[in-house]
């Protein structure tokens, strides 16, 4: 079967990249050709907060001061460093294009409509159309229109942050709940967009984990990094605030461990380090401790039994929220005591033992649910 997957392939994110991976490996092994399909970037529905780049200039000079401050660095050395910092986090933009999407098998011209037995749309947050980003905007190609496909499914996935109320807003309800219907197969990967998908179609879809558990990576990942004695702070750029920054310092010093962060840069905390995807799982495997705010981070320490936390952050206007998502992944593993809400219980937190017998065990379950699934839709 020639099987498509349409995703956020071309996105440089870690997780994007490693479940958008996982899915087509999935899928080969399951005795398929598969290839990626790109979509169109729609119209930006919801639109930029006004005067975006002043303010993002205003902002940046301010946090420069404040993390100076913070640091106890003078702010000529601060910037060299987070010149440094920079200069690395645009290393790995650059590697991306060049040595990663071509292991997906996807180029620089982009693919559109081919003729394919069976489209599989996600995972990650393909349905969340409402979203601040002029990469992504309101594509119906991410609901299966105009595909060329004999049948179109959806594996694992999410609406994000668009809610039933604003598909109401924008007057795009009705037209969603019928792209969604013409599916064969829906399957989400929480249960807010089980809610909405139930809302707008009648349709009960299937629930199903986020592909980077289907794969191990054992053939991509190295076994061990060059450092011991550490903690992964995986976080987006600087989301990791001063108060938050001194707590996980404070933890680092009493147990003698290098911070180290990954997916964004921290003004306030230690080093980031430039790693590619399969990198980035050998980093985290080999931590002693991860401190995340993110989906995927949650996902890749539940993944290799690390001691971990996850900051659950609220979302507010145009602020980017992640607490549907982060509880529904915590609460699925009976991790929901992973959520770290007061920084000063991080010690407490991280000495508390996690039984990964029962989570392990859960995994299992559902990625045999998930084969099964793509078994029998994928054919």
Partial sequence: MKVGIMSMQRINNNGSYLQSY?????????GHEVVFVDYEVGRNLVGETPDEEGKFIKAKKKLVKKACDFIKVPRKKFKFQMKKQLDNYVKTYEEYEKEMLPLLGVGKKFL???????LVIGSDEVFNCLQPNDEVGYSPQLFGAESRAKKVISYAATFGNTTGE???????????AGYLKNMAAISVRDAKSVELTEKLTGIHPYYHVDPVFLYDYSQEMKESVDLKDYIVVYS?????????????IAFAKK??????????????LGEFVKANPFEVLSYVKNADYVITDTFHGSV??????????????????????????????LERFGLSDRAINDMNE???????????????E??????EKSLEYLKTYVL
Avoid: C, H
Avoid at 112 to 118: E, F, N, S, T, W
Avoid at 308 to 322: D, S
């Fill in 236 to 248: 987006y750029w600087n989301r990791i605030n001063q108060q938050e920054a001194r707590a996980i």
């Fill in 166 to 176: 604003g598909l109401k807003q924008y007057g795009i309800e009705d037209e969603i």
């Fill in 346 to 360: 991080l010690e407490r937190m991280m000495d508390e033992d996690i039984d990964y017998v029962p989570v392990n």
């Fill in 362 to 367: 859960k995994i299992a379950e559902e990625k």
């Fill in 255 to 268: 147990r003698q461990k290098k911070i180290i962060t990954l997916a964004g840069l921290q003004s306030y």
């Fill in 112 to 118: 559109y409509r081919p003729k394919l037995d069976v």
């Fill in 300 to 329: 890749f320490s539940i993944k290799f039994n690390k001691k971990f936390v996850t900051l659950v952050r609220e979302g507010t206007g145009k602020v980017y929220g992640n607490s549907n998502k982060l509880q529904d992944l």
């Fill in 22 to 30: 996982s899915l087509k490996r999935t899928l080969e092994q399951l």
